[in-house]
């Protein structure tokens, strides 16, 4: 009865679903305090009975229910627990269920930490998200039940995909529906600012934190993905602009110029039309992600294979949250006003600068991502657009934003004296360019486009160097204890993005990389490092069978580390999968995976150099860790204080 139980859930959670989507929003429009009042509770009936079914699936999948349909789909009995657990998210209909907790989740959390917020302003708000949850209840139920019974039951289950099979895959789903899902909190303040017509500095102070948390989410989300792919796939590579990847990192990029137009929004009353915009933009492009993975059209590790009536329904919610939600834009738009002035020598101009740079790198990601599929649509051709040409658009578009990402905190808001900013930025300018070519001489060579990066690099860390000692110098202690945490978060942020560009140059430029036919007793030197093929051995999983490589690692005669990798074969599936051995360190990894076996005894071993690789996944934490900061800024608090304070004074 777990099955029916939780397909009950879900038919109750549409029911309040729908009463959530439109008492409050009709009672905000009426002034019924009565019916705005049934937000919160519905909200939180909702995340009960969306967790109730999520619980039931999960049951289903610890117990080996295989008279489930999805169940037997993707899991076995030989399955391990953990994997077990993460099979509930491991395909169309579970990854769906999850969408929709996640939801919940974050409707949960606005309806217990806006209570200062006035009572129209949330139930517009929740009611949107409740809108919106009825959109994918309604897509759950018609097309995708993960509870449909199958009749008659197997002995045992279809097992879960390999690539799956992995510890990765039980985090990085749901820290991408965090991010995802999260700004769908973001997209309903703004339509629900656009309904009353209250978009002012104080609605982007209540929408950045929200913002700030889901881009945290994505960020991490995006960078588990990515090491994900490094060490599963066998290939050494961290990122390759697949149109799933590209699908996580779109939203990414429209949600990073939300938070700095929120900024300006807050403190100068500016940007308000680019605010609002963003916002709709950056959850439109998380439900295109959704669509791109569960519609058929994209061939990826990282896509469903489903039937493309189901993308036809995911399309037309789409173009229906899309179309209303610009619709009403367009409506509201002429009275949201200009905002504040501001010079172009002015802080609010380079962020703006920034906003720009960040659409366009958006829209040209965009561009080469769905341009094959349009092509394919119009019967005109298969086209595949890949690395040269993202490489070749991307990364000239993030020079300039590198640029004012290094000048923008130390400028001015209103005007700023382009003299004097360029004055305070000196030491930073020549120590980045010093050390950039140092950085290329020490490395063996001075590549240009390494060298670029190493620039990039040095001088987002000197002008962060330089800004934290102009608020500091004089009581160094003293005045670092009264940096707001936003302050500190932004700095940190930054330095991550920093530590990013450094990871990425070096491990781009002076990787090396080797595909060597091996036999036992062989060896081959990369990087100065002697990889010895000692042997191999049979290893016996919980539900695959491998063979081990065992490969010495030695460099100046001393041994450095024994690595392990493995050519495993699921016993269900048969799927031949590669697990890379990979010895990291804070400056390199030396990354080894067995190919294939070839006439002779011998096999075909990549043997991998990764220079400071594990940088680039460093400098995303330390961006999701600037974000938390943000976050925890003391001034939201004591503002929702004040503000609650103010709204119990008005009540009473």
Excluded at 364 to 376: A, E, H, I, Q
Excluded at 615 to 643: H, N, P, S
Aim: charged content about 15%; aromatic content about 12%.
């Amino acid at each position: 009865m777990i099955p029916e139980l939780g397909q009950i859930a879900l038919l109750l959670a549409l029911a309040v679903a729908l009463i959530l989507g439109t008492l409050p929003l009709i009672g905000a429009a009426r002034g019924r305090a009565d019916w705005m009042a049934l937000a919160r509770p519905a909200a939180q009936a909702h995340f009960v009975l969306v967790a109730v079914a999520f619980v039931c699936l999960t049951m289903s999948f610890v117990g080996n229910d295989f008279s489930v349909l999805y169940v037997a789909s993707n899991s076995n009995s030989a399955l391990p627990l953990a994997y077990r657990i993460a099979a509930v998210w491991g395909g169309h209909e579970g990854s769906l269920l999850l969408w929709l907790a996640m939801l919940a989740l974050w409707m949960l959390a606005v309806a217990a930490f806006s209570r200062h917020l006035p009572a129209p302003v949330i139930a517009r708000i929740l009611a949107v998200m409740g809108l919106v949850a009825v959109g994918f209840l309604l897509f759950m139920l018609a097309t995708s039940n993960p509870f449909e019974r199958l009749f008659p039951v197997p002995a045992d289950g279809r097992d879960l995909n390999p690539l799956l099979q992995d510890p990765g895959m039980v985090l990085h789903p749901p820290m991408l529906y965090m991010g995802y899902v999260g700004f769908s909190v973001a997209f309903a303040f703004a339509v629900a600012a656009l309904l009353g017509g209250d978009l002012n500095a104080t609605w982007a102070r209540w929408t950045r934190p929200w913002t700030t948390a889901a881009w945290s989410f994505l960020t991490i989300g995006i960078m588990l993905g990515s090491v994900w792919a490094y060490y599963v796939l066998g290939w050494g590579g961290w990122w390759f602009w697949d149109p799933v990847e590209n699908a996580s990192f779109m939203p990414w990029l429209a949600g990073t110029a939300l938070i700095h137009s929120l900024a300006v929004t807050e403190k100068r009353g500016a940007f308000k039309s680019w605010t609002v915009l963003l916002a709709i933009v950056a959850f439109s492009l998380s439900l295109l992600g959704t669509f791109l993975v569960r519609s058929g059209v994209l061939s990826s590790v990282h896509a469903f294979a489903t039937d493309p009536e189901r993308g036809l329904f995911i399309l037309a919610f789409l173009a229906v949250v899309i179309g209303g939600s610009l619709a009403l834009y367009a409506w509201r738009a002429p009275q949201v006003g200009l905002g504040a002035r501001f010079d172009l020598a002015s802080r609010e101009a380079m962020l703006l600068g920034n906003n720009v740079m960040f659409v366009v790198a958006m829209l040209s990601v965009l561009l080469g991502t769905l341009y094959p599929l349009l092509l394919d649509a119009l019967g005109m051709g298969k086209i595949s657009v890949g690395p040269p040409y993202f490489d070749t658009v991307f990364v000239p578009l993030m020079v300039p934003v590198v640029f004012l990402l290094g000048i923008g905190p130390l400028a001015r808001w209103k005007r700023t004296e382009l003299p004097e900013l360029a004055k305070r930025l000196r030491w930073a300018a020549a120590v980045a360019v010093v050390a950039a070519l140092a950085t290329g001489w020490a490395a063996g060579r001075i590549a240009p486009g390494a060298t670029l990066g190493f620039l990039m690099a040095y001088w987002i860390a000197a002008s962060i160097a330089t800004d934290l000692w102009e608020r500091v110098r004089g009581n160094v202690v003293g005045r670092l204890r009264l940096l707001p945490r936003a302050m500190v978060g932004m700095m940190l942020a930054h330095l991550g993005v920093a530590a990013f560009a450094f990871g990425v140059s070096m491990v781009n430029t002076y990787q090396v990389e080797r595909d060597v036919k091996m036999a036992v007793g062989d060896s081959t030197e990369v990087a100065g490092h002697v990889f010895l093929f000692r042997g191999l051995k049979n290893v016996r999983g919980p539900n695959y069978d491998a063979v081990q490589g065992l490969i010495e690692v030695s460099r100046d005669g001393r041994p450095v580390v024994l690595l392990r990798p493995e050519k495993r074969v699921y016993r269900v599936q048969k799927n031949p999968m590669t697990e890379a051995a990979i010895d990291r360190g804070l400056t390199r990894d030396l990354y080894v995976s067995l190919g294939e076996p070839v006439a002779g005894g011998g096999w075909i071993v990549r043997v991998y150099y990764k220079p400071f690789v594990g940088w680039i996944w460093g400098g995303c934490v330390l961006m999701a860790l600037g974000g938390a900061l943000a976050v925890a800024d003391r001034r939201y608090r004591v503002k929702r204080e004040q503000e609650a304070g103010a709204a119990v004074g008005v009540t009473g």
